[in-house]
């Protein structure tokens, strides 16, 4: 079956655009997850949706990252004015429950650079 | 912030030959799972070992786990040319909701 998708695979930005990075979750999964991935780095945690409830948003780095999944199913990141230190993977995940005994799909990522 | 260290942070061997990677870790944790990453096809879960059990195989894959130093390993035997990716360790402090807390990874290659 189809597993998790992202879109654009691949996003340029001149520093102080603004992004919008856009994840299709497995049908049916009520968490998601959104990472961020610096080269040479472990995923680094940013948000959690449970169904349409943001319920953590601790890992967002400032107040240019904003997340929402209003109908509980897609997802979308968005990053305001961004910066070069916006650079990286962004990795959404999704798993068919909550609680962290339930494996995580991962789809393929964004990589931002921003210039 | 990162809780995992993996070590080494590269590792090459030859096909069929058995690869180690370890984890360290900081805090208690409920579970701790292995990831693979490459370019192919990602991130993909590869096994998960509770705080409660020491070892765990799947596969060609086995974990251990101790407690006790705060350490989990990965052995992968007879390694095969597609083996060759990034691993990562992630950390889950809770069995409900948690955040994963994921190591640097040890850049794995494996040559024919």
């Known amino acids: 079956g189809a597993g998790v998708s992202q879109s654009p695979r691949y996003k340029v930005a001149k520093r102080g655009q603004d992004v919008a990075l856009r994840c299709d979750p497995i049908s049916g999964h009520v968490s998601l997850f959104w990472y961020q991935q610096a080269l040479g780095q472990g995923p680094e945690f940013l948000t959690y949706?449970?169904?349409?409830?943001?319920?953590?948003k601790s890992g967002l780095p400032s107040d240019r990252f904003f997340a929402e999944r209003p109908e509980g199913s897609v997802s979308t990141l968005k990053i305001q004015r961004t910066q070069q230190e916006d650079s990286a993977v962004y990795l959404c995940?999704?798993?068919?429950?909550?609680?962290?005994?339930?494996?995580?799909?991962f789809g393929p990522g964004t990589r931002l650079t921003v210039t | 912030s990162q809780q995992g260290e993996e070590d080494p942070q590269a590792l090459s061997i030859q096909e069929g030959e058995n690869a180690t990677m370890n984890c360290s870790y900081k805090?208690?944790?409920?579970?701790l799972q292995w990831y693979r990453q490459n370019s192919g096809r990602g991130l993909v879960h590869l096994i998960l070992i509770r705080s409660n059990e020491r070892e765990k195989h799947s596969g060609r894959l086995r974990v251990t786990l101790d407690t006790s130093k705060k350490s989990s390993s990965l052995l992968i035997t007879a390694s095969r040319a597609a083996d060759t990716a990034s691993y990562f360790c992630?950390?889950?402090?809770?069995?409900?909701?948690?955040?994963?807390?994921f190591g640097k990874g040890t850049m794995l290659l494996v040559s024919p």
């Open positions: 995940a999704s798993s068919l429950t909550t609680g962290t005994m339930y494996e995580q799909y």
């Open positions: 805090t208690s944790i409920n579970n």
């Open positions: 992630a950390t889950a402090m809770n069995s409900g909701y948690s955040t994963l807390t």
């Open positions: 949706f449970q169904n349409e409830a943001q319920l953590d």
